[in-house]
T-cell receptor
């Protein structure tokens, strides 16, 4: 399976600032996703990162707040903009391992705490 | 829209015993996948087992097996011979075929007691 690396692993941020999370995969993958896991909660899909075009956002998430880049088939970034304490979450990158099996694999996540 | 329900927020099991985690889902789709993911304290989401809706045979992976009841829209996970390393949050998830997007349940926190 693909090896997924996320940076930073964790960070403490000040209200009003922005932070960019990186996701690097050791092989080319067709589909990459960004999920959010709020404290004690389940995972919610933020968006699908599309290579060479704008990300596809789920209901409740907007590009101005969560801009996403995907310059190639192995790398993506998620920026959390103008952060507030409500943005304190784990953000996880996920990749589609097999189009037929539908298996997704996840990075270790980035834990953000906003003060 | 799909929904996934895990009715057991927390469970515990003695080491070497068997435990079953419950999951129900609601969908109008006919072709889909179901998954169980494990999230230990390290936060890494690990795929435990998957099931294709069109397959009647229940999936098994070593000590992990599922009881898939399509008509009842039920997808429970059985862990046999529980080990301390099984302590984790377990999430049931649904994927409509071709969408590659997961809908997760709220999770069940499983503790394996020595």
């Amino acid at each position: 399976s693909a090896v997924i690396s996320q940076k930073p692993s964790r960070d403490i941020c000040q209200r009003g600032t922005s932070l960019t999370i990186q996701c690097q995969v050791d092989s080319q993958v067709t589909m990459m996703f960004w999920y959010r896991q709020q404290p004690g909660q389940s995972l919610t899909l933020i968006a699908t990162a599309n290579q060479g075009s704008e990300a596809t956002y789920e209901s409740g998430f907007v590009i101005d707040k969560f801009p996403i880049s995907r310059p190639n088939l192995t790398f993506s970034t998620l920026t959390v903009s103008n952060m507030s304490p409500e943005d304190s979450s784990i953000y996880l990158c996920s990749v589609l391992e097999g189009a037929i099996t539908g298996e997704l694999f996840f990075g270790e996540g980035s834990r953000l705490t906003v003060l | 829209a799909q929904t996934v329900t895990q009715s057991q927020p927390e469970m515990s099991v003695q080491e070497a015993e068997t435990v079953t985690l419950s999951c129900t889902y609601d969908t109008s789709e006919s072709n889909y996948y179901l998954f169980w993911y494990k999230q230990p304290p390290s936060r890494q989401m690990i795929l435990v087992i998957r099931q294709e809706a069109y397959k009647q045979q229940n999936a098994t992976e070593n000590r992990f097996s599922v009881n898939f009841q399509k008509a009842a829209k039920s997808f429970s996970l059985k862990i046999s011979d529980s080990q301390l390393g099984d302590t984790a949050m377990y999430f049931c998830a649904f994927m409509r075929a071709g969408s590659y997007q997961l809908t997760f349940g709220k999770g069940t926190k499983l503790s394996v007691i020595p």
